[in-house]
């Protein structure tokens, strides 16, 4: 590697966080905080994956199926005004809305009389998923660790004090104001219990400490500790999502981190964490390391102001690894769309799943990125959407199979979300899901994985099969529909949204089908299945290209009155699908490019995910200078202070996390583009990143990649093949095919 390994791996401020998007995240996967780094008053934030608003619904609207076809002759008849007030009508969700991520609590450590502060840092270490605060006052060297605990499931805070005081703090934990349904207390220890609404959720969030020397107490609710040496203090949050006895699991979770000393629980932290992590390492040879000198939050400034920073963009990087690490563990919930960090009751688009490009944005980078662990959890919430999709689709459509719309939530709820005319009605949420199974194996090649999991491409083919459509030319479109979230105008000038077979639907359909037939073939399933999925993906529509020389968005040339929307839908098949490519389908390709382009001349790419989805997409265009250009862009227009992507909302942004990942995503791709059994090495460098190496890149096929790279040259590079593995390898516009046996390798100099 060209830097010493870990040497800026960590994010650090020369002050305490002001307001929440500038604090720093811990979390376990199921486990949250967002630390403060106060120095006489700490705040950190808490969050359980599992704490939603309400219980589960049976929404389905009774009036669907009766009036589906009604809806479909309208579109096909030009009435779309008619369709879309009776689809508002009949097919939304009763009620239309699923239910809210909210967050646990918080805990405040109030240090009196603590007197001036100097020498002030806190961190994020990347390295060791630990955020640290430090600072001097009263003679006193203060030191404060924040970690959660995926062996332990605990969130865990060590203060330590050097010189002449001691350690006196009073702990409270609460949630908002009178959102606590009971207080308690015994010995060490304070806990409180909430819940979410009559017959949902309910929890208990409890915190426990440990000194040496001095006292402890309890006064009231509060635990207070007097001139010790050094104090530990562990949460534990329970639902009964997971647990009748929600109360009894917090304290035997307390229990059991009790026998051990901290130096236990932080080892085995560390060591847990750091075996994923550790895995993949990336470093560009013009990164300046006098940088790393100052905070993050003046180097992002800097950037802001036109200046430079490339090691800002390796360290994005790793941080968006880090937040899904944090946020997606086996076990727990998937990543929603804030990871699992909210601080609101009532959060933007109320953190959910939303399955038309964010929640699968979410994991983009846990294959490439040699996470694919963390990828596990979002096929445990598939499968159970799997088996509410199946009501929903016959209930709905009159369908075989299992089908979701555009959100779902802790329950799996598939039945439409909202009352937008502009994203409510769209079937594609499972289907564009179901491809994350393939994908999976493509990387992993774990068979049995395929196996228990194949039931989900199953039936979500099944569903196509019956509510698929015919045309007057013979093919097979989707009917009604949307483009996620945009709006055409037609040539009488009225604004329309409904419609047959968009083309994302396409896209996505011809997906799902090449990862099914692949399935079927892998797992030996029989012929027929094969033959009638291959028939089907036969007919599904061409796609066409426009008058501007864009890929079309919808069947038919529409103008479009916002034509730099921020989803960019219609080029799912060029990235993250795959059946768009320059060797395969060239003019759809430069249709496709000449669409990006209209997008970002009108104001396109405004959302950090937006930006990240377009990095990603010059990416597989060999557009190296327009990756960089955006990477430079998403830093600038799309992050806060903390590196956590931020997304307008009305006068102010949000944050989302699925900028951070989708862009994480994107620097692996203009590295390496891998497609089943084909390889290429550096197909969109910028010239700024024309130096550096890398470690740890998985490609599909069951192997992964490590490379270094000079003057946008290739110099070395090795492969580890983890199964059988065999592509067509492009390296400095040279091709070679190569096969390599399971465990074994191959290492190249140039």
């Not at 964010?358 to 598939?382: D, K, Q, V």
């Not at 779902?408 to 079937?427: E, G, H, K, R």
């Not at 890398?694 to 490609?699: A, H, P, R, S, Y």
């Amino acid at each position: 590697m060209l830097k010493e390994r870990g040497k800026k791996m960590k994010l650090w401020y020369s002050s305490p966080a002001r307001q929440w998007c500038e604090a720093l995240p811990v979390g376990n996967g199921r486990l949250g905080g967002m630390v403060y780094g106060g120095c006489a008053h700490e705040l950190i934030k808490l969050n359980e994956d599992s704490i939603w608003s309400g219980k589960a619904l049976d929404r389905i609207n009774p009036d669907a199926l009766e009036n589906l076809q009604k809806i479909r002759e309208m579109l096909h008849d030009g009435q779309i005004e008619e369709a879309e007030r009776l689809a508002m009508c009949a097919l939304s969700g009763v009620p239309d809305s699923q239910r809210a991520y909210q967050p646990a609590g918080e805990l405040t450590l109030d240090m009196p009389g603590l007197g001036e502060v100097t020498d002030y840092r806190r961190e994020l270490d990347l390295e060791e998923g630990i955020a640290k605060v430090v600072f001097s006052a009263n003679e006193t060297r203060y030191t404060r660790e924040v970690f959660s605990s995926y062996p332990d499931g605990v969130l865990a805070v060590r203060l330590d004090a050097e010189g002449r005081e001691g350690i006196s703090f009073d702990c409270r934990l609460g949630r908002c104001h009178n959102w606590t349904d009971e207080m308690g207390r015994e010995g060490d220890t304070i806990w409180f219990t909430s819940g979410c609404g009559e017959g949902g959720i309910s929890f208990c969030v409890a915190a426990r400490v440990r000194i040496s020397g001095g006292t402890v107490g309890i006064i009231g609710q509060t635990l207070t500790v007097e001139n010790a040496r050094n104090a530990e203090i562990y949460f534990a949050v329970e639902t009964s999502f997971r647990h009748e006895d929600f109360v009894g699991a917090c304290r035997d979770r307390l229990d059991r981190v009790w026998g051990k000393t901290y130096e236990e629980i932080r080892s085995a932290h560390c060591r847990d964490y750091r075996k994923l992590f550790g895995r993949l390492e990336l470093a560009f040879a013009q990164e300046d390391t006098g940088l790393e000198a100052l905070p993050v939050d003046e180097r992002l400034q800097a950037v802001k102001e036109g200046k430079e920073d490339i090691g800002l963009v390796s360290l994005y990087f790793q941080y968006g690894r880090y937040l899904l690490i944090a946020s997606s563990r086996e076990g727990s919930l998937p990543a929603n769309l804030q990871g699992i960090w909210n601080e609101s009751l009532t959060p933007p688009w109320d953190s959910k799943f939303t399955i038309n490009i964010n929640t699968e944005m979410n994991y983009w980078i846990a294959e490439s990125g040699n996470l694919a662990e963390c990828h596990l959890p979002l096929f445990e919430l598939l499968e159970r959407i799997k088996e509410n999709g199946k009501e929903t689709a016959r209930r709905m459509y009159g369908c075989r199979g299992s089908v979701a719309h555009h959100n779902t939530d802790i329950y799996a709820d598939t039945a439409p979300q909202d009352l937008c005319i502009t994203s409510t009605f769209w079937v594609m949420g499972e289907a564009w899901l179901a491809t994350h199974v393939w994908e999976h194996y493509l990387y992993t090649r774990d068979k049995d994985f395929l196996e228990k999991h194949f039931d989900i491409l199953e039936q979500s083919v099944s569903f196509f099969y019956d509510f698929l459509t015919e045309g007057p030319d013979g093919t097979l479109v989707t009917s009604p529909t949307i483009s996620p979230e945009n709006t055409y105008r037609t040539k009488d000038g009225k604004e329309g949204h409904l419609c047959e077979g968009a083309t994302m639907d396409v896209e996505i359909l011809q997906e799902l089908f090449r990862c099914y037939i692949g399935a079927c073939g892998v797992l030996g399933k029989e012929e027929a299945r094969i033959r009638k999925a291959q028939e089907v993906c036969s007919r599904f529509p061409k796609l066409k290209t426009g008058r501007y020389g864009q890929l079309l968005e919808w069947m038919e040339d529409y103008e479009e009155p916002e034509p730099g929307h921020r989803h960019i839908s219609h080029l799912y098949g060029v990235y993250p699908g795959t059946t768009l490519t320059w060797q395969e389908t060239p003019e759809l390709m430069r249709a496709a490019r000449r669409s990006l382009d209209r997008r970002l001349e009108n104001g396109g790419g405004h959302t950090g995910w937006s930006r990240a989805w377009i990095i990603g997409l010059w990416a597989h265009f060999g557009e190296g200078e327009k990756v960089y250009e955006n990477l430079q862009a998403l830093l600038a227009k799309g992050t806060f202070p903390n590196l956590m992507d931020n997304h307008p909302m009305g006068d102010g942004f949000v944050f989302q996390i699925d900028g951070n990942l989708g862009a994480a995503a994107a620097v692996l791709e203009m590295l390496v583009l891998s497609q089943q059994g084909r390889v290429v090495l550096l197909p969109a460098l910028p010239e700024k990143l024309d130096g550096g190496s890398v470690c740890g890149i998985c490609l599909k096929g069951g192997a992964s990649l490590s490379m270094r790279w000079h003057e946008g040259r290739v110099t070395w590079l090795k492969l580890d093949a983890k199964d059988e593995f065999k592509a067509q390898l492009e390296v400095n516009g040279t091709e070679e095919s190569i096969a390599l046996a399971a465990g074994e390798s191959l290492e190249r100099t140039y």
